[in-house]
């Protein structure tokens, strides 16, 4: 089975501008979360969806939006980027079930300038 | 607020010799909890999972054990190898809400030949 797939991998932005980031789950797989990653932070949650409907959100402002189409591959937005969204975003799946183990992509590797 | 918290930023440990990693949490509705292994450039990979009715975990090398009381779970790698130098990161959920992982900040272990 392939894996998570996020595209693309590496992003280069501005600021103010707006950024569109996408995640393929693996084949089967419902849930789609997203987390960012920066140094000293850990992994912190985005929000994660569930047969296209957003099931939990993290504390991130409304600048971080989200959703999910039929085929479980969901997308990741931000607008108005700030020099701080600088940051891995991971995406994970898993079959959906309550609490089962996320697989995890590779990362899209954003920098803001 | 860091529900999750790894104090040890780093870890080295000679090959062939146990690696134990620690981690700590406050929330005592988590009741599933998990490792990650992280290689740069690359997303997490699932290491090995534990539920809250066990204290106790094998898969091979490596040994979760669980403390409830304490609110404190453990990695344990035997014996170590070189090859298990990377960044591990533990992960709990309260599994009736969903998806949403929360992550410590990582423990970034090498392993000397």
């Known amino acids: 089975k392939a894996g998570v797939t996020q595209t693309p991998r590496y992003l280069i932005k501005t600021r103010g501008q707006q950024v569109t980031l996408s995640c393929s789950p693996i084949s089967g797989h419902r849930s789609v979360s997203w987390y960012q990653q920066t ?3 850990g ?3 985005l929000f994660e969806y569930f047969s296209e409907t957003q099931r939990n959100k993290g504390n991130f402002p409304g600048r971080f939006s989200g959703r999910q189409f039929s085929n479980s591959r969901s997308e990741m937005n931000v607008s108005t980027l700030e020099l701080g969204d600088s940051a891995l975003y991971l995406c994970a799946s898993s079959l959906g079930s309550l609490g089962l183990t996320q697989y995890f992509g590779p990362g899209t590797r954003l920098t803001v300038l | 607020d860091q529900q999750v918290k790894q104090n040890s930023p780093s870890l080295s440990v000679q090959e062939g010799r146990i690696s134990i990693l620690n981690c700590d949490y406050t929330n005592s509705m988590f009741d599933y909890f998990l490792w990650y292994k992280k290689y740069p450039a690359e997303g997490p990979t699932f290491l090995i999972s534990i539920s ?3 204290d106790k975990n094998e898969d091979g090398r490596f040994t979760v054990f669980l403390n409830k009381s304490a609110k404190h779970l453990s990695l344990h790698i035997v014996p170590s190898q070189p090859g298990d130098s990377a960044v591990y990161f533990c992960a709990a959920t309260y599994s009736n809400t969903g ?3 929360y992550f ?3 423990t970034s272990l090498t392993v000397i030949p």
């Open chain 1, 39 to 41: 140094p000293g932070q």
């Open chain 2, 52 to 54: 809250s009715i066990k």
């Open chain 1, 43 to 45: 992994l912190q949650f």
């Open chain 2, 99 to 101: 998806n949403q992982f």
């Open chain 2, 104 to 106: 410590g900040t990582g």
